[in-house]
């Protein structure tokens, strides 16, 4: 208390004015005026990535008539799940500044493994050999044992399950098969995550290594020149080519479309009721109207029938959106809600100062090459369903590069420490909408792999010029 000019004891106003800016909501013109200065700081977030997305699409829609067909975005879709969901996996990776060049040919190794065990009736001490199976099986133990040494339990629990399906031989299933391929991806991240958390070596020099060698054992396994048919089972066909029927596709949209405007709705209108910063109501209510209005406009189209042929109908949202849109729900709940997401965050803004906060570094960084390896061999699932089979090169070529550029390219910093896993979904867009018109303008691969290359430099540029203009500001 004061004293003021007639001598009564004034009220102290200091302690509660300086916390003002944590309870003070920001008009419309605040909030755009701000977001104008962040993006001025070097802040660009994923905004380089939407302008090029807009401006590919409204290319390549003026250059070919099939561009814009409900046919080509429904394949647009299932091209682009596998890179997108790769790149899921990257981002948790990126966000501490590492690198893992064994992403794509880790995801190989998977889906090799998923394959021989469908085709091979689930007898995998023939499809291996004596010699193979048994270094399988203890690779499989190793990688539990590495987990359970930094108290990774997913790493420890997912590796024993599929040491069990080897052992017991468990007869064909596509929910199996499927479950092996998450086994033996968990198994390799705890591998990689070890050597670089506990052991000390560069992930550049140890994720360069294991792209060697997981190539060759995808090689090893398939075999020269060989192929291995999944079309047989329907279920794995249909994860990348099959669609939801009309009732299902609705009941997607209102679960996706009516999920997003319910959380975010919930969290602006539950801050404004404890009196914390919430960005303006209109703007919010802007945002999620348009998130609803494009989601019921694309379930509309996508429930159309887009058969060529008269006499077939196809028709329905493809499975591959509900599987990316759970992915993203989860991975982003992880990052953004719960106390692990935000040492991730710690760890790649300096990770000195999250030790010293008492953040468990080296399980940090052992954690998030799990994750990557894991989510890897789910996107292995998905593009191995898109083809039809696993070959030797599965995993291995341009898989790798599409998918970090595809998280980098949306946004995701290469120094660690920013990045969303929106990102991978934005960046996979563009890959994949350069990838789907380019070849629909006939050019060739050579000129694909050309301009997605200037694509991940630019983005690689913005993303240095952006930090650059951060620190000066």
Known sequence: MTDTPTGEKAPETGAISDFGIDTTSKSAGEALREYVAKVRGGDFGSLPALLGLLVLVIFFSSQSDTFLTLGNIANLLAQGAGIVIIAMGLVFVLLLGEIDLSAGTASGVA?????????????????????????????????????????????????????VILLLGVPPNAWIEMLLALCIGTAIGSLTGYLVAK?????????????????????????????????????????ANGNLGTTSSWILFLIAAGGYAAVVLNRHFGRLRKGLVAQPTPLVLIKVGLVVVLSAVATLLLTQNRAVNPTVTILGVPYVVPIVLALLTLGTFVLDRTQYGRHIYAVGGNAEAA?????????????????????????AIVYSSKVGSVAPSSGGGNTLLFAVGAAVIGGTSLFGGKGRLRD??????????????????????????????????????????????SAAS
Not at 116 to 128: D, E, I, K, P
């Open 199 to 239: 052991v000390g070596i560069p992930s550049f020099v140890v994720t360069l290594a294991l792209f060697l060698a997981w190539g060759g054992v995808v090689l090893q396994f398939i075999g020269q020149g060989g192929t291995l048919p999944i079309r047989n089972s329907e279920v794995l066909f249909k994860v």
């Open 355 to 379: 030790r010293r906060a008492g953040i468990n570094v080296p399980k940090i960084r052992m954690s998030v090459f799990v994750i990557c390896s894991s989510v890897a061999a789910l996107g």
């Open 424 to 469: 991978a979904v934005i960046g996979g867009a563009v890959i994949a909408i350069i990838e789907n018109g380019l070849g629909l303008l006939k050019q060739e691969a050579a000129v694909v792999s050309i301009v997605t290359g200037l694509v991940l430099l630019l983005a690689a540029s913005v993303d240095a010029l952006s930090r650059r203009r």
């Open 111 to 163: 889906a090799s493994v998923m394959a021989l065990h469908l085709v091979q009736n689930g007898n995998m001490l023939t499809a291996f050999g004596d010699t193979v199976f048994y270094i399988v099986l203890v690779f499989l133990v190793l990688a539990a044992v590495l987990s359970a040494l930094l108290r990774i339990w997913p790493g420890v629990v997912l590796p024993v399950v599929g040491l």
